[in-house]
Each structure stands twice: as structure tokens, then as C-alpha cells.
Nanobody, 125 residues
Framework: QVQLVESGGGSVQAGDSLRLSCAAS????????MGWFRQAPGKERDFVAA????????LYADSVTGRFTISRDNAKNTVYLEMNSLEPEDTAIYYC??????????????????WGQGTQVTVSS
């Protein structure tokens, strides 16, 4: 059974940093692409970042480019999201997700196959 568990969320001030983690189990982690999405209250779930199975390729939403960094450690079955210069607009529940198949480059929710339960990030001004 595939399981994704996010951690590392919290309440911070604008300009602070946070590092989210997502631990995966029940699968061969090095063979799946991973992504981070976020959902603010009353809004749709939006793409944040993605990383290929081998960790070589990444993709970012324009709103986080230059501030957020996605990475993974296949030996630890974990994907990370390093978030710097946080803004109140970054407040949301953050979800990690996995994508099967060959092509990693997707920002669409429907292209991801399994999801974690989410971790809350709150940024105050």
C-alpha cells in the first residue's frame, strides 16, 4: 500500500523559511516522479514544484521560482520542499504527490496518482 506522509509545516513570519518533507512507503521510490501542490482556503489545488524520479529535472510554478527548491533523497524515500522568503500568499495546505510513468513534467493535479494528507503552512505579515 502506497503511503505519503508530509511533515514540517508550521506558522512563520513573512521572510522566514520552512522545509517540508514527504516520506514515501509501499513503492519503489526511485522509479516515481514527485510533486508538491498547495491549496489555500476556498481555492483550487495548485501546482508548486515537481522533480523527476532520478532527481535530475525539476519544474516550478512561476510564483515560487527562485524562492522554493524541490529535492529528493532516494535512499531515504523522501522528497523535500525548501521554502525561503515566505509570503502571506504562500499560506496553504501543502500536499506531496507521486506520478507514475515516463514523463515527469506535469503541473496538473489529475496527472498525479497518489497523495499525502497535507501539512499546513501559515505565513503572517
Amino acid at each position: 500500500q502506497v503511503q505519503l506522509v508530509e511533515s514540517g509545516g508550521g506558522s512563520v513570519q513573512a521572510g522566514d523559511s520552512l522545509r517540508l518533507s514527504c516520506a514515501a512507503s509501499g513503492l519503489t521510490f526511485s522509479r516515481v516522479h514527485m510533486g508538491w501542490f498547495r491549496q489555500a482556503p476556498g481555492k483550487e489545488r495548485d501546482f508548486v514544484a515537481a522533480i523527476s524520479a532520478n532527481g535530475v529535472s525539476t519544474l516550478y510554478a512561476d510564483s515560487v521560482t527562485g524562492r522554493f527548491t524541490i529535492s529528493r533523497d532516494n535512499a531515504k524515500n523522501t522528497v523535500y520542499l525548501e521554502m525561503n522568503s515566505l509570503e502571506p500568499e504562500d499560506t496553504a495546505i501543502y500536499y506531496c504527490a507521486l506520478r507514475l510513468g515516463i514523463i515527469f513534467r506535469s503541473s496538473r493535479v489529475r496527472d498525479y496518482d497518489n497523495w499525502g494528507q497535507g501539512t499546513q503552512v501559515t505565513v503572517s505579515s
